[in-house]
């Protein structure tokens, strides 16, 4: 008995010093302002996209694991494809090793390989799902679903609650699994979700066939005023206030200056690099959102673009095009970066955007390591990520799949033991690099401090 | 068992009897008058209370009305058609590009989405002033279109029941007033007499205004008036007064 109580004694004094111990670093997530000078680009890819030929290459029949061959793929358009022997009758491919990195990737990494000191590669995430809907609310909440829906909210919610409480648009989501669960989030954040970015255009689209935008505008300032007049006789000012504030800003909103950013034509004259030509096959659409994405933060207009790719989800004979479906959507990705090195910060003089905008991919899941009988790939429980951020170490992989079978192995240590790293983890890591506590949104997940900057 | 039954019945008579009212001189008689009618009385004539200060103040400021709410409201004041029948009748066949679904502007207006638990808008912001700033303008052209440019008769139109001076001449400014008061009741449920004041000379100058620019306007445009009345309708289906409670 005696010696239960001195053990209890012992575990509750070393809960305490850990306690104190623990301080500082919940310290250090001292709450940003409100206003922030970040941008981010949050990309699903959606459908569950298959590793084994871009961030975590696998060319070897090693147990269940069959690699992407000549005789399942459509090589022709795959930019970086050398063919590697596999058997007597077909070919496999050579393992892309960027110059000076010690990346390994595969050939549908596209343009996104010729920048390899900007990736950081999250591999092996453990997604425990295998369903499309669970694998990409987890991805973006790091919750799984419960009863079917999601119970957190996803990353752009809660990065736009940090820092894009007073933009003109915290988040706009474009088929993005953007949720807003949570006391925690102010009501400005609540995701704008659209089908396109042409939805936007036909708010601010105004047909000039019976009245003109004078007329408009004349009926804008009678209103500006009224609303001034009623705050001006009322109790509680605030809300009629800023209704009126908004009227005033209406004018700036349907100038054309802020109507380009929503009309794909005008994307694209202004951002031609997202638009090569020939044309894109599958990922016209990203194009469209990643040149908006540019548009609306150089006018600093929106914190938080956040939208879905085309589909990876091939279980059949459309398998052939997976490594085209993936090299579109990582061009796209480099496009942009390169786009946002081109483009000056809107509020800091002198500084790019690509110094101050974060970019996170991620994926329902990844596809088995198998060929099913009908050429395709299937859903597997494993998963990876990328993140390009300024405040990430680049060049950088971490986590892993064993060899065999294409499953999660453990990463290291976390809070938890040891164990796989996980979406939870990813999140709180990528948040954690803008000093937010990750513990006012994720319920899990360990910062990975080795992989942000100092 | 002849007994039971005799009983039973003198029973049920006994119950059925109803007892005649008492006459008003039956009542003076038993001494019982008409109770004495309870006279208001001010709080402040209340002993103790004479000072007492009444709080009248609104305890919580105005809210924004519902999406579903405004959406049911359009319907209702243009024309009680079904969404899709609206829809169509905005949308229109002569390429002028006034609406495009009710689709495309639930998110802007705020309709919550509860499959993702994306909750209602709770606040007005820039897109959604924008949003209904699309609808306004959609709803009042298809409105002056159907009752001001069709022979209407006018107990039959959707927004418009008033007629206009033929041939068109200036509106007095009783005239104008009168108008504007039909369409205040109409969109705004009460009186344009007790508005704040200045709202009725406020709206007369956007009427004015408009009426000017369109003076001289080519066939497809709207004419003075009718984009005056256009102009005035757009004017109060945006009001702060029509979206805020």
Not at chain 1, 290 to 312: D, I, Y
Not at chain 2, 15 to 37: F, I, K, M, Y
Not at chain 2, 79 to 88: K, N
Not at chain 2, 132 to 149: K, P, S
């Amino acid at each position: 008995m005696e010696n239960r109580r001195r053990t209890f004694l012992k575990v509750l004094g070393g809960a305490a010093a850990a306690g104190v111990a623990s301080q500082p670093l919940f310290r250090a997530f001292a709450d940003p302002p409100a206003a922030s000078d970040e941008f981010f680009v949050l990309i699903h890819a959606s459908g569950g996209w298959d590793v084994t030929l871009s961030l975590d290459p696998r060319n070897e029949r090693r147990g269940i694991i069959e690699p992407g061959s000549t005789d399942t793929i459509d090589t022709a358009p795959i930019r970086r494809w050398r063919n590697a022997p596999l058997d007597a009758d077909s070919s496999t491919f050579e393992i892309y090793r960027p110059a000076g990195s010690s990346l390994r990737l595969g050939p549908a990494i596209g343009n996104l390989g010729d920048m390899p000191e900007r990736l950081t590669i999250f591999n092996g995430l453990a997604m425990n799902t295998v369903s499309h809907a669970d694998g990409t609310f987890f991805a973006a909440t790091g919750r799984h679903l419960a009863g079917g829906k999601p119970i957190a909210a996803s990353i752009d919610t809660m990065l736009a609650n940090e820092f894009g409480r007073e933009s003109l648009l915290p988040t706009v989501s474009v088929g993005y699994p953007s949720t807003y669960v949570g006391n925690e989030l102010d009501a400005r954040v609540s995701p704008l979700r659209v089908n396109s970015v042409d939805t936007l255009s036909k708010m601010l689209n105004r047909g000039n066939v019976n009245t003109t935008a004078v007329d408009r505008q004349a009926v804008t300032a009678m209103l500006t005023e009224e609303a001034r007049d009623l705050a001006a006789r009322s109790w509680y000012r605030d809300e009629i206030e800023g209704f009126g504030l908004q009227l005033a800003a209406l004018p700036r909103m349907l100038s054309p200056d802020v109507q380009q950013i929503f009309n794909a034509a005008a994307l694209a004259a202004a951002q031609p690099s997202f638009f090569p030509s020939p044309g894109l096959r599958f990922q016209n659409r990203a194009g469209v959102n990643c040149a908006f994405a540019v548009e609306a933060m150089k006018r600093n207009l929106v914190r938080c673009v956040s939208f879905a790719s085309a589909s990876h989800d091939t279980h059949a004979a459309n398998y052939r095009s997976q490594p085209l479906i993936q090299q579109e959507l990582f061009d796209t990705v480099a496009a942009l970066v390169r786009a946002l090195d081109a483009a000056p910060h809107p509020t800091l003089t002198g500084q790019r955007l690509s110094d101050h905008t974060h970019i996170l991919l991620v994926s329902d899941f990844c596809r088995t390591p198998q060929i099913n009988l009908t050429l395709g790939r299937d859903h597997y429980p494993n998963g990876s990520a990328l993140v390009i951020s300024p405040r990430f170490v680049g060049n950088t992989a971490f986590g892993r799949a064993d060899d065999d079978q294409l499953l999660p192995v453990s990463a290291g240590m976390f809070a938890d033991g040891d164990r796989p790293v996980a979406p939870p983890d990813v999140l709180a890591t990528f948040v954690a690099a803008f000093g937010v506590n990750p513990r006012r949104y994720l319920r899990d997940g360990d910062v990975i401090r080795s992989l942000l900057r100092a | 068992m002849k007994t039971t039954l005799a009983l039973a019945l003198i029973f049920t008579l006994g119950c059925n009897s109803t007892p005649a009212a008492p006459t008003p001189a039956a009542r003076a008689d038993a001494g019982l008058s008409r109770p004495t009618e309870v006279v208001p009385t001010p709080v402040t004539a209340i002993p103790g209370h004479e000072v007492l200060a009444q709080d009248h103040a609104p305890k919580e400021p105005p809210r924004l009305m519902p999406a579903e709410t405004l959406i049911r409201s359009y319907l209702a004041l243009f024309g009680g058609l079904s969404p899709q029948a609206l829809q169509v009748r905005l949308r229109g066949t002569t390429g002028d590009n006034l609406f495009d679904t009710w689709g495309d502007y639930l998110s802007a207006l705020g309709v919550p989405d509860y499959a993702v638990d994306i909750p209602r808008a709770p606040q007005t912001n820039a897109l959604m002033l924008a949003a209904f700033e699309r609808i306004g303008v959609a709803l009042c052209e298809r409105a002056v279109q159907a009752d001001l440019r069709g022979a209407v008769a006018v107990n039959d139109r959707v927004l418009f029941r008033f007629e206009l001076p033929t041939p068109t001449r200036a509106l007095t400014d009783e005239e104008f007033a009168a108008r504007f008061d039909l369409l205040h009741r109409r969109i705004l449920a009460y009186p344009a007499a007790l508005a704040p004041d200045g709202r009725i000379a406020r709206f007369r100058t956007l009427y004015r205004g408009a009426v000017e620019r369109h003076a001289d306007a080519g066939a497809r445009a709207f004419n003075g008036p009718e984009a005056g009345w256009a102009s005035v309708c757009e004017g109060l289906v945006r009001h702060p007064e029509f979206h805020l409670y």
